[in-house]
Every structure is written in C-alpha cells, then in structure tokens.
C-alpha cells in the first residue's frame, strides 16, 4: 500500500510539473490544459463515496489487481495521446481506477495490522506518499527535459504490474468480485455532475465578478437529489458518526491549506521576491521532506498517547507555521519561506498518520471501504478548494503583496476552525472523570461498537 500511495502522490506531483510542455506540445490552451489535472481529479471527488460502498461488499484483491491493471492501461493510452482531447479522456479513466486504489490503501492497512500498531502501519505509508511527491517534484522536470513528458505517464506502467503481483501473493481473497449494481449510475450520475460543476467554479474564480460562485450554487439541486437516494443511506450514517466528522473536517481544511500554499508560494516567491524557479522548487520540497521525517514518529507517538491528542499536536504545529508566513514581505528571502514551510510540513507529519488512523477507526466494519474513500473525497476536495481560495483572496488585493498575506492568514483561518472541534472533545474527554463516573458499556452495547473504537 505503501508503494500505492507512492505512484499516486508521483503521477499527481509530476504531471504538474510536466504541464507546460504538454500545452506546448499539444498546443493547447492553458485554460483546456488544466484539466489534465483536473480530470483526473474529477472522479476521485465524484466517484469517491459510490466506489468505496461497492468495495466493501467485494473480493478486496480482485478489486486491487483490476484498479491496478486498468491504471496501468490508462496511463499508457495518456502517454501515446495524440492530442489535448484524448490525453484528458485518458486521465479520466485513470482517475476512475485511482479512486478504488485510494480507497482501498487506508482498507487494506486498517486490516493487515493489529489495533495496537495501526498508528505506525498508517505513518509508514504516509511517509512513502510524501517520498513520491519529493521524487515528482524533483524527477519530472529531468523526465521532461531528456525523454519528454509522455514518460512521465510511462512510468505508472512497470509499478502498476509490480503492485498486481504483490496483491496476488500478500493480500487474500474475501469474496468475489462483481460489477455495481444499477442503482449506482444514477448516484454516480449526480455526483459526477455536481463535482464537475463546483470544480469548472473553482477554475472560474481568477474571473471578476461573483458569476463563479452562482455557477457553484448550481451543484446544490443536484446534491440534495443524491441525499435522497436510497443508496445515499449508508454513506450518511457513516458522515453523521462524531469519530468520522472530526477527522474528515480537518483533513478537508489541511488538504486546503496545502493545495493553497502550492499555489500561492511559487507566485510570491517567482513573481513578487524574484526567485529563480530552480531556488523555488527546492524551497517547496521543505515542506514534504519534513512530513516525511515527521510520519512514523506521528504513527508511533499515536500508538502510545492515543490518535486525538498527536493529531491536535500536528494541527498546532500547521496553524503556528501558517501564521509565521502571515507577516510575508518584499524583504524576505526564499530561505524565509522555507523554514516556515519544514515547519507547516512537520505539522503534517504529525498530524496525518493519527487523522487517518481516527478515521478509520471509526466505521463498522462493513463500512470501512466506503470510509476509506470519505477520506481521499475529503483530500482531494480539500487541494480543489485551496487554490481557488488563495486566488480569490489575492484578487482582493490587486495581486499584491498584501494578498499574499490575506490569503496565508486565510488558510490560517480555515485549519483553526477546523481544529476547534477536536481541542473541544479532548477538553471534554480530560473534564469527564472529574465531573461524573465514566458509566460501564453493556455487554450489547460493546457488541455495537465500531472496529477499533478502543484506542490505546
């Protein structure tokens, strides 16, 4: 799983990079370019709930192998795309198999390792996940500038085949597999359509005028149509559940401020401070490298004093590292916005192996698939809704430097509010023995709780 997360956070990282050759390439605009990333994207936040609830009642290595094989096919058709047209449809069938494979990485680790050690199982992972986006960064502007950027969808192909053969020996079969049932298109069919319209406003937002926030409200009919579809049902109770809201509101408002900074940083750095785009990446890289760092001490800490408290402690350390970039000037330097990056990335490291763990803690078992992808629809939302953020805000300020710093103390804002709720537990939790004895579960109460509910 750990090498699933690898090739997910290098495809993502590296097609970045290799954007503007493929425009150039392809001779496309920038506006139809961009949906290179974003559809494959698209599915991920569309197809994500959908996917997970047919994967909890199927044969787990089927549905890895099949994922695999059918990214590996659609990596290889993006690479040989004859043009813009094709090269987007190619990676919306790449995210249709991905979004599987990212429900079912937290599935698969959750059920190979004991209680005890999820912590550290989920901070091994998370840390491989950041080494890939280290390794796009810094490889795909080698790939393109030597082989060309079709490699960079090449390299899915060989990882794809070496995954399919270690599902086949590792992970053991729970069933059979078998296709959605019907009811899922028209689920699919709504969803799809509201994250595609929310998605095409995200994109509009650099435009003057609320025309993009009223293309938004749009998604909403659609929504509640889906909300009352009887397969909707599971997929509530699963969200209503506390130990599912808290993690997935502050992975959301984290993969916000991250998609933020990825966003904002190289235009203030480039275009504001003058920096050279190589000093510009490298400074990027500080704040995965110290995620990396920071992730199997997240899942060992967590493992031992429990996941709310180490999660908080990683949340602290993102919302400190925020406000450090809030006072960002002229004067500064790229090594200035670096550290304050290794600290925001520190933060991460902490909090992501405890937020995951949390959250998978928290479903029945017949819904740890569908929670699994509530997860990655929280995430990839999260990195849709940053940069649209960042834009807005700096538009306020004429793009200036004081928009920058609008837009820091923005995703300040969003990751403190987010973390209200879980310092507001904690803090309940700790009053509790002090004010009432903590009531002995039945023994047909304890039989309903959720898998690894009892978090050590």
Same mark, same amino acid.
């Given at each position: 799983?750990?090498?699933?997360?690898?090739?997910?956070?290098?495809?993502?990282?590296?097609?970045?990079?290799?954007?503007?050759?493929?425009?150039?390439?392809?001779?496309?605009?920038?506006?139809?370019?961009?949906?290179?990333?974003?559809?494959?994207?698209?599915?991920?936040?569309?197809?994500?709930?959908?996917?997970?609830?047919?994967?909890?009642?199927?044969?787990?290595?089927?549905?890895?192998?099949?994922?695999?094989?059918?990214?590996?096919?659609?990596?290889?058709?993006?690479?040989?795309?004859?043009?813009?047209?094709?090269?987007?449809?190619?990676?919306?069938?790449? $995210?249709?198999?991905?979004?599987?494979?990212?429900?079912?990485?937290?599935?698969?680790?959750?059920?190979?390792?004991?209680?005890?050690?999820?912590?550290?199982?989920?901070?091994?992972?998370?840390?491989?996940?950041?080494?890939?986006?280290?390794?796009?960064?810094?490889?795909?502007?080698?790939?393109?500038?030597?082989?060309?950027?079709?490699?960079?969808?090449?390299?899915?192909?060989?990882?794809?085949?070496? +995954?399919?053969?270690?599902?086949?020996?590792?992970?053991?079969?729970?069933?059979?597999?078998?296709?959605?049932?019907?009811?899922?298109?028209?689920?699919?069919?709504?969803?799809?359509?509201?994250?595609?319209?929310?998605?095409?406003?995200?994109?509009?937002?650099?435009?003057?005028?609320?025309?993009?926030?009223?293309?938004?409200?749009?998604?909403?009919?659609?929504?509640?149509?889906?909300?009352?579809?009887?397969?909707?049902?599971?997929?509530?109770?699963?969200?209503?559940?506390?130990?599912?809201?808290?993690?997935?509101?502050?992975?959301?408002?984290?993969?916000?401020?991250?998609?933020?900074?990825?966003?904002?940083?190289?235009?203030?750095?480039?275009?504001?401070?003058?920096?050279?785009?190589?000093?510009?990446?490298?400074?990027?890289?500080?704040?995965?490298?110290?995620?990396?760092?920071?992730?199997?001490?997240?899942?060992?800490?967590?493992?031992?004093?429990?996941?709310?408290?180490?999660?908080?402690?990683?949340?602290?350390?993102?919302?400190?590292?925020?406000?450090? +970039?809030?006072?960002?000037?002229?004067?500064?330097?790229?090594?200035?916005?670096?550290?304050?990056?290794?600290?925001?990335?520190?933060?991460?490291?902490?909090?992501?192996?405890?937020?995951?763990?949390?959250?998978?803690?928290?479903?029945?078992?017949?819904?740890?698939?569908?929670?699994?992808?509530?997860?990655?629809?929280?995430?990839?939302?999260?990195?849709?809704? $940053?940069?649209?953020?960042?834009?807005?805000?700096?538009?306020?300020?004429?793009?200036?430097?004081?928009?920058?710093?609008?837009?820091?103390?923005?995703?300040?804002?969003?990751?403190?509010?987010?973390?209200?709720?879980?310092?507001?537990?904690?803090?309940?939790?700790?009053?509790?023995?002090?004010?009432?004895?903590?009531?002995?579960?039945?023994?047909?109460?304890?039989?309903?709780?959720?898998?690894?509910?009892?978090?050590?």
């Amino acid at each position: 799983m750990g090498l699933a997360v690898f090739m997910g956070s290098l495809d993502m990282s590296v097609v970045n990079v290799a954007l503007p050759a493929i425009r150039d390439s392809l001779q496309a605009p920038t506006t139809t370019a961009q949906w290179v990333v974003l559809g494959y994207l698209l599915p991920l936040v569309a197809l994500g709930l959908p996917t997970g609830r047919w994967l909890d009642g199927i044969d787990r290595r089927g549905a890895l192998v099949c994922s695999c094989a059918g990214f590996a096919a659609a990596s290889l058709t993006a690479g040989l795309a004859p043009s813009i047209e094709w090269l987007i449809a190619a990676r919306v069938v790449e $995210g249709v198999f991905s979004t599987a494979l990212m429900a079912l990485i937290p599935v698969l680790v959750t059920t190979s390792v004991d209680a005890r050690v999820r912590g550290r199982a989920m901070g091994i992972v998370d840390a491989i996940g950041m080494l890939g986006l280290i390794t796009g960064s810094a490889a795909g502007g080698l790939l393109v500038a030597s082989v060309g950027w079709r490699a960079v969808f090449f390299i899915n192909v060989p990882v794809c085949l070496v +995954l399919i053969v270690l599902a086949y020996v590792q992970v053991p079969r729970n069933g059979r597999l078998r296709l959605p049932e019907r009811s899922a298109a028209g689920e699919a069919g709504c969803l799809t359509g509201a994250a595609g319209i929310i998605m095409i406003a995200l994109t509009l937002a650099t435009s003057d005028g609320p025309q993009w926030l009223a293309l938004g409200l749009v998604a909403v009919p659609l929504l509640l149509i889906w909300r009352r579809l009887p397969v909707s049902v599971p997929v509530r109770k699963l969200l209503v559940l506390p130990g599912m809201r808290r993690p997935l509101g502050t992975l959301a408002s984290t993969s916000a401020a991250v998609g933020l900074l990825f966003f904002i940083v190289p235009f203030y750095l480039i275009t504001l401070l003058r920096t050279p785009p190589s000093v510009t990446g490298l400074t990027l890289l500080a704040l995965p490298v110290a995620a990396t760092a920071f992730g199997p001490i997240a899942g060992l800490l967590a493992d031992r004093f429990g996941y709310p408290r180490i999660e908080l402690l990683g949340l602290a350390v993102v919302i400190s590292g925020l406000a450090t +970039l809030v006072p960002a000037d002229l004067s500064w330097q790229a090594i200035d916005v670096g550290w304050r990056l290794a600290l925001i990335g520190a933060g991460l490291g902490l909090f992501n192996a405890p937020n995951m763990s949390a959250a998978m803690s928290a479903p029945p078992r017949e819904l740890l698939a569908t929670a699994g992808s509530a997860t990655s629809v929280a995430r990839q939302g999260g990195f849709a809704f $940053g940069p649209a953020l960042a834009t807005l805000v700096w538009g306020m300020w004429s793009y200036s430097v004081a928009g920058v710093r609008g837009a820091f103390a923005a995703g300040t804002v969003v990751v403190l509010i987010s973390a209200a709720p879980l310092a507001r537990h904690l803090w309940r939790d700790r009053m509790k023995p002090a004010v009432q004895p903590v009531a002995q579960a039945s023994p047909a109460e304890r039989a309903d709780e959720p898998l690894g509910s009892e978090n050590p």
